[in-house]
């Protein structure tokens, strides 16, 4: 079986590192608000290349107080892009604004740079730049939008741990970052979690206090805030595991390349493209196909796992029916019939991959 994702195999290789920190923290019975937060909040911050970073329970959370601490005008829309997970337009609602829908491009999938134009209105109040994938989105373009039409940028990275544009980690190139450690994801926890990141000190402050109940100083409540913290043993084990991901990324990019290089000559998918100010960092590889479920039925039987991120785009789903009509010409709409992630990930060798182009090869033959 070539799998899709494997914890078990990361774990292993990583087993006595992780198992200790794990047992200090019940030895010392610090689970929340530790050193061990601590260090992953300043260790996160520098690997992002920004000023202060924010644990919290989990990446949904972290896009709802993020969007909270920006303080934007109530009821006011914010842009989404229309392929993502759900949590990129839940937190906005949630937050008591409106969502609009942005179209995705052809090439990485993400935020379609004239589209968004098109759905700016005098309402519009800030836009989620998600950075799907691993890919950044075209953060110069949006930054000149932003701008112009004195709108906020909260950066969705929750699949870009590690990304780069133009050179600069992406989370603190807008107003505000968002990260989600899922385990799935390429930092992953070992269960739910998620940070903020910023150099804005008054944001940091606002993020930190909503976090933790409206407070800095314990029971000294300046308003009413949440319950989201990161607790110390995930933060441990993100600690162990921050210290290997640049090896994993640099891997994921190997194995990436070896796909782009080896299935180019399929011309009936069609292969993610990479801007060149980018360091894609490839949470997946994403493929596109007219024959994407027979393809993935096809591979399943060959005992290699793939995913479908994401099978119905936002715009189609029963959550958002109250919107209205869905704009049947945006490639989101279109493209989650055909949208294919295959293996990828530190588990896989260059052999596993080879075994997966030549079975892609094999079903086009």
Request: with cysteine; proline share 2%.
């Amino acid at each position: 079986m070539i799998k899709f994702l494997d914890l078990k195999s990361q774990y292993l290789k990583i087993k006595d590192e992780v198992d200790e920190v794990i047992q200090g923290v019940i030895e010392n019975s610090s689970f929340i608000g530790g050193e061990e937060i601590k260090n992953l909040e300043k260790n996160f911050a520098t690997f992002q290349q920004a000023r202060h970073c924010i644990g919290v329970a989990n990446g949904t959370d972290a896009l709802e107080i993020a969007i909270e601490a920006l303080e934007l005008p109530k009821g006011s829309e914010i842009i989404v892009p229309a392929n993502s997970f759900i949590s990129s337009g839940e937190a906005v609602t949630r937050q008591g604004h409106r969502v609009v829908f942005c179209d995705c491009n052809k090439d990485n999938y993400t935020i379609d740079i004239e589209n968004l134009r098109e759905v700016i209105s005098p309402d519009t109040s800030a836009i989620i730049a998600v950075h799907l994938y691993g890919h950044p989105c075209d953060m110069n373009a949006l930054l000149r939008i932003a701008e112009e039409y004195n709108l906020k940028i909260i950066e969705d990275c929750a699949q870009a741990h590690g990304a780069e544009y133009e050179g600069k980690r992406v989370g603190a190139i807008g107003d505000i970052g968002t990260f989600s450690f899922y385990p799935g994801k390429n930092l992953g926890a070992y269960g739910d979690g998620g940070a903020i990141i910023t150099n804005d000190d008054h944001l940091a402050k606002k993020c930190k206090m909503i976090a933790n109940h409206g407070r800095i100083e314990k029971y000294n409540h300046e308003f009413e805030g949440r319950n989201s913290r990161l607790d110390n043993l995930q933060a441990a084990i993100l600690n162990v595991k921050l210290d290997h991901l640049e090896e994993w990324t640099v891997h994921r990019i190997k194995i990436a390349n070896f796909y782009l290089e080896n299935l180019s000559e399929v011309k009936q998918i069609f292969l993610p493209k990479r801007e060149d100010w980018a360091r894609q960092v490839y949470h997946l590889f994403v493929i596109r196909t007219s024959k994407r479920d027979e393809l993935k039925e096809f591979l399943t039987n060959r005992k290699i796992q793939t995913g479908i991120h994401y099978p119905i785009a936002l715009p189609k789903l029963a959550a958002y029916q109250y919107l209205g009509t869905i704009n049947e010409e945006f490639n989101a709409n279109k493209f989650d019939t055909e949208l294919l992630s295959l293996p990828i990930g530190e588990h896989l060798s260059i052999k596993d991959v080879s075994t997966v182009v030549e079975a892609i090869k094999e079903f086009y033959s």
